[in-house]
C-alpha cells in the first residue's frame, strides 16, 4: 500500500461509519500559543474545550503538520535518525462527545488488523494504570491476549495543558521483531526500536480546574492520531520513514540535482535526507502563507530552508536546488493537496529569491568562519563573539554556524553568543522611546476592581458625553491620565490611533492628547489640563475631535478595501503583517516576495476606488464569534478576540474589526497610495492617503508641477519636454567639461612628468575626485620618461587619497609605494601591482605619506 492509498483507506473506513471528511486544516493554526499546526487535535481544540459547536459529531481527517520551533522542534534531529521528520501528516479520527471507549477501540483494531491485514500476532497495546475500562475492552471484547496489554503511567496520559480537559490514552504498537531488539513490549525502556507505536486513542474524560481537581467531563470526546509515515513505513517493510513510496521519490530528486547517490558516504547521505524532508516542508508552509523572513513562522522556515540549501551548498552543488524539489512535491502529492498545484509558481520563485540570496550569504559567511577556525587548535571553542558577528554583520545564523563547527570537531561559546545577542537587545531597548509607563497599575487594578471597564459610547455618541471622573493620576508630571466611567474617545488597538479631543468640568478644561488601554477594557486619557482642576468625582463632558476621527475612519474602512485590493491583483498569498491607521494616513504591512510595479499599484487603486464610488452601505454588527465565522468573517492570525466580536462587511470585505468606520464606502473619497517599499525579507509596507488627504496630496503636487514649469519657463503640460531639453542642454555642457579637462590633464600631465626624479613622480593635487586623482596619475604613467607615479591630495569630497600608476616594465609595485602612506593618512586600501589607490580620513597625513612613497622609491631623503 502506497501513500496516496493509505490515505484513502483510512477516510473511506471512518466514513463509511458516519464520520464527516474534512480537508487538512492550514498549517498556521488559530491557537495563538503555536507557531504551526503540530497534531491533528489542534484544528478542533475550540471543539474539546468547549469554545465552539461543533458542526459534525464524528470527523475524520488527514491533517498536515509541522513539528520545528518551540518545544516541538524535530529539526536538528531530521536526517540523522530513521524516524524524525519536521512535516508529517497525521491521520485521525475524532468524536466530539458522541461514542466512546467502548466504540472507539474496536474501530482502531478492526481498521489496523482487517483494512491494513497487520499481523495481530505482532501488535501489542499500552493502557494507563489507572484505565481498567480500556483493558477490559482490549482483553474482553477486541480479544487481545492480556500479556500483550500493558500499563504505562504518565507516557499514557494526556493533558493539553495544567488545566482543561485530559485523559487517559491507549496506544497500538507493532513489533518489528528480535533482529531490532530484546523482548519484553513497549514497557521495556530499551526495547525502543523493536516496538514502533502506530496509533494513539486519547480519552478526553476529565476537566482538570485551577485548583488541581479533576471531574468527569459530561461530554467525553475522542481523538485518534496515527502517524501516515510510521504506518506506511511498517506497511512497505521499510526500517526508515527516508524510504517509503513517496519519500523514496523524493530523494530520487535529491539524488538529481545534486548528482549523490545513498551509499556513497555518510555525509551526502544525511544530506540527501534532508533536501527531501525539507522540500515537503518548505513547500507546504510556502503554499500555506508562510514567508521566510527573521521572526516567529518565517524564521523556523527561513532556518528549515537554509539547513537544505547548506547541505548542497557543502557538497559543491552550485545550481539552486529548491525550485526542482518543490517541482517533485508538488507532483508526487498535489491530487492528494492540490492546494500544492494552485500555488505552485508561487512556491517555486520564493524559494529561489531565498537560496539566490542565501547562497551569497553562505560564500562570504563560510571564508569568514574558516579563518576563524583555522587559528583553533584541536577541539577548541569558537568564541561567542564571532558567532554573533557572523549572525549579526553577515547575516549567517547561529545554527548553521554551530553545525559547521560541530561536523569540523570544534564547539562554539553559545553563552557568549547569547550574551552577546542580550546586549544588543539591551542597547535597542532603551533606543526606542516607551510607552507610557504605568506608574498608576495598582490604582487602575483598584478602580477596575471597584468600577469595572470603561464603557466606550463613542459608535453612537462623539460630543457632549456625560461621563464621571473616576481617577486622575500623574498630577504634577508630564503624563497626566484621566479614568471615566464611559467615554466616546476610542482607544488606540487594531492598529488604529486613540482618539484626541476635550473635556470640561466644572473646575476645569483638559485637552486630550491620546487615548489607549491601561489594561485591557479599561481607557486611559493622557490629558493636558489647560483651564483649573480636574477631580474625581466630578461630572464631565468630554467631546471626541469629529474631524480627525472622520478623517481616521476614512483611513480605516479604506484599509480593509486595500487588503481586499492586494490579494485581489497580487494573489491569495497577501496576509496582513500589520497597519497603523491615523487621520493623515494609512500604513498597511503584508507578506509579498517582491517589489511592487507601477502597473500593479494602478490596478490595486483602480480596484479599491471602484468600490469607493459604487458606494455601497457598510455594516459593523456586534456577534458571537462562533456566528461571525460562521459567516466567513475573516480573522487575523495573532489577533485576540473575545466572545463577542465586531464584523465589518464593506463592500467585498468581510473581516473581524473592532475599529471604527465610515457608514458608506463613497465615504472614503478617493484613496491614492503613496509610496510602497520592503520592510524585511518578503515583507512590504504601503502608505496611502484617502478623502482629504487624498485632495491635499493632489494640490501639493499641482504647486510642484507649477513650480516647475515656472523655473522651466514651459507651459505645465509641457514640462517633460523642457526638461528633456535641458537635460540635453546639460550632457553638451558635460561633455565639453571633459573635453576641456581631458586637454587640461594631458597638460598637467606633460608639466608633471617634467618633474620625474630617477623616473619616479611624486607630488600632491589638491581639489580633485578620487577619479580624477587616478585619471592624472595614469596619464602622468604614459611618458616615456616615467616609471612610477604617487599622487596625493585631499579630494573635493573631502578625507584624504593616495595613488600609485607603475609602468608594467618598471620594477615597482604600486601598492608597496603607498602601502606605509596610507597608514600615515589613517587608511588602507592599495594592493594593485599597476595601479592602486588608498583613501584616508586624516589630510594632515598626506605629506608625510608623500615623503614615505619617496623613500619606497629609493628617492626619499
Known amino acids: 500500500m502506497e501513500a496516496n492509498e493509505l490515505r484513502k483507506a483510512f477516510v473511506d473506513f471512518f466514513v463509511e461509519r458516519d464520520h464527516q471528511h474534512l480537508a487538512s486544516a492550514s498549517l498556521i493554526p488559530h491557537d495563538q500559543t503555536l507557531l504551526f499546526v503540530n497534531s491533528g487535535m489542534v484544528p478542533f481544540k475550540p471543539y474539546f474545550i468547549g469554545e465552539q459547536k461543533p458542526e459534525h459529531n464524528r470527523a475524520v481527517t488527514v491533517q498536515k503538520c509541522v513539528r520545528a520551533g518551540g518545544k516541538h522542534n524535530d529539526l536538528d534531529e531530521v536526517g540523522r535518525t530513521a524516524r524524525h521528520l519536521t512535516f508529517f501528516e497525521m491521520m485521525g479520527n475524532f ?135 510510521r504506518i506506511l513505513a511498517v506497511l512497505q517493510g521499510k526500517d526508515s520513514v527516508f524510504e517509503i513510496d513517496e519519500m523514496a521519490r523524493l530523494i530520487e530528486v535529491a539524488e538529481s540535482v545534486t548528482g549523490y547517490h545513498l551509499g556513497h558516504d555518510e555525509k551526502s547521505d544525511l544530506a540527501l535526507r534532508v533536501l527531501a524532508e525539507h522540500a515537503r516542508t518548505m513547500t507546504f508552509l510556502i503554499s500555506d502563507g508562510v514567508f521566510p523572513s527573521n521572526e516567529d513562522r518565517g524564521y523556523v522556515l527561513r532556518r528549515i530552508m537554509r539547513r537544505a540549501v547548506r547541505f548542497a551548498y557543502l557538497l559543491g552543488v552550485e545550481d539552486l536546488v529548491c525550485g526542482r ?3 517533485a512535491v508538488v507532483e508526487i502529492m498535489g491530487s492528494d493537496y492540490p492546494e500544492l498545484v494552485t500555488t505552485h509558481d508561487l512556491v517555486r520563485s520564493v524559494v529561489e529569491r531565498e537560496e539566490t540570496q542565501f547562497r551569497k550569504t553562505l560564500a562570504t ?145 483638559a485637552r486630550v492628547l491620546d487615548t489607549m488601554y491601561a489594561v485591557p477594557g479599561v481607557h486611559r486619557h493622557l490629558i493636558e489640563i489647560i483651564d483649573g482642576e480636574i477631580r474625581p468625582g466630578q461630572r464631565a463632558t468630554l467631546s471626541i475631535d469629529t474631524e480627525r476621527r472622520d478623517a481616521i475612519r476614512r483611513n480605516h474602512t479604506g484599509t480593509h478595501l486595500l487588503h481586499w485590493a492586494l490579494r485581489e491583483v497580487l494573489g491569495d498569498h497577501v496576509k496582513q503583517q500589520g497597519s497603523m491607521v491615523g487621520p493623515d494616513r494609512l500604513r498597511f504591512d503584508f507578506s509579498h516576495f517582491e517589489p511592487l510595479t507601477d502597473d500593479e499599484i494602478t490596478r490595486i487603486e483602480d480596484v479599491v476606488n471602484q468600490q469607493v464610488l459604487a458606494n455601497p452601505v457598510t455594516e459593523h454588527p456586534e456577534m458571537t464569534k462562533a456566528e461571525a465565522e460562521a459567516i466567513g468573517a475573516v480573522a487575523f492570525f495573532g489577533d485576540k478576540y473575545g466572545d463577542l466580536v465586531r464584523v465589518l462587511k464593506a463592500g467585498p470585505t468581510l473581516e473581524f474589526c473592532g475599529g471604527t468606520h ?34 491635499d496630496l493632489l494640490r501639493r503636487e499641482q504647486k510642484t508641477l507649477a513650480r ?18 535641458r537635460l540635453d542642454e546639460l550632457d553638451d555642457l558635460k561633455t565639453q567639461v571633459r573635453t576641456l579637462r581631458g586637454r587640461l590633464a594631458k597638460d598637467r600631465a606633460r608639466e608633471l612628468a617634467s618633474t620625474a626624479v630617477e623616473g619616479v613622480v611624486v607630488a600632491r593635487i589638491d581639489d580633485l575626485s578620487r577619479d580624477e586623482l587616478k585619471d592624472l596619475a595614469v596619464a602622468v604613467r604614459t611618458h616615456d620618461d ?30 608597496d609605494l603607498i602601502a606605509e602612506g596610507a597608514k600615515a593618512i589613517k587608511g588602507g586600501g592599495g594592493r594593485g601591482d599597476d595601479l592602486a589607490m588608498a583613501g584616508g580620513k586624516d589630510p594632515d597625513g598626506i605629506d608625510q605619506a608623500l615623503e614615505l612613497a619617496r623613500r619606497a622609491a629609493g628617492i626619499g631623503s
Open 786 to 815: 616615467v616609471a612610477a607615479v604617487v599622487l596625493g591630495g585631499v579630494p573635493d569630497s573631502g578625507g584624504a587619497a593616495l595613488v600609485a600608476a607603475v609602468n608594467p616594465d618598471s620594477p615597482f609595485g604600486a601598492g
Open 95 to 229: 468524536s466530539f462527545g458522541d461514542y466512546f471507549k467502548d466504540e472507539a477501540i474496536p474501530m482502531a483494531w478492526e481498521f489496523v488488523t482487517e483494512a491494513l491485514g497487520l499481523d495481530t500476532e505482532r501488535l501489542w497495546v499500552t493502557v494507563h494504570l489507572s484505565d481498567d475500562e480500556a483493558a477490559g475492552i482490549w482483553e474482553q471484547i477486541v480479544g487481545v491476549p492480556a500479556e500483550r496489554i500493558q500499563r504505562l503511567d504518565e507516557d499514557n496520559w494526556w493533558r493539553m495543558a495544567d488545566t482543561g480537559p485530559n485523559g487517559p490514552c491507549s496506544e497500538i504498537f507493532w513489533d518489528k521483531g528480535p533482529d531490532y531488539g530484546p523482548e519484553g513490549g513497549p514497557l521495556n525502556p530499551e526495547a525502543d526500536e523493536r516496538y514502533v507505536e502506530i496509533w494513539n486513542l486519547v480519552f478526553m474524560q476529565f476537566e482538570t480546574d485551577e485548583s488541581g481537581e479533576s471531574k468527569p467531563l459530561p461530554k467525553p470526546s475522542i481523538d485518534t492520531g496515527a502517524g501516515l509515515e
Open 325 to 327: 524539489l518543490v517541482d
Open 662 to 695: 465610515v457608514g458608506a464606502l463613497g465615504d472614503i473619497g478617493l484613496m491614492k497610495i503613496v509610496s510602497e517599499g520592503s520592510i524585511g525579507s518578503n515583507l512590504r509596507r504601503v502608505e496611502a492617503v484617502t478623502g482629504a488627504g487624498a485632495i
Open 708 to 725: 516647475a514649469a515656472e523655473r522651466l519657463n514651459v507651459p505645465r503640460g509641457e514640462v517633460l519636454g523642457g526638461l528633456d531639453k
Open 365 to 509: 559567511g563560510s571564508a569568514i568562519l574558516d579563518e576563524h577556525l583555522a587559528d583553533l587548535p584541536e577541539g577548541g571553542v569558537l568564541p561567542g563573539s564571532v558567532a554573533f558577528l557572523l549572525h549579526d554583520t553577515y547575516g549567517f545564523p547561529f545554527e548553521v554556524t554551530a553545525e559547521v563547527v560541530a561536523e569540523r570537531g570544534y564547539d562554539v561559546d553559545r553563552a557568549g553568543f547569547d550574551e552577546a545577542m542580550e546586549e544588543q537587545r539591551a542597547r535597542a531597548k532603551a533606543a526606542r522611546k516607551g510607552a507610557v509607563q504605568a506608574a498608576d497599575f495598582e490604582q487602575v487594578q483598584a478602580l477596575v476592581e471597584s468600577n469595572g471597564l470603561t464603557e466606550f459610547v463613542g459608535r453612537d455618541e462623539l460630543t457632549d458625553v456625560d461621563a464621571t471622573v473616576l481617577l486622575v493620576t500623574g498630577l504634577g508630571t508630564s503624563t497626566v491620565s484621566a479614568f471615566f466611567d464611559r467615554t466616546p474617545f476610542y482607544a488606540e488597538s487594531g492598529g488604529q490611533i486613540g482618539d484626541t479631543g476635550i473635556i470640561e468640568t466644572e473646575t476645569g478644561r
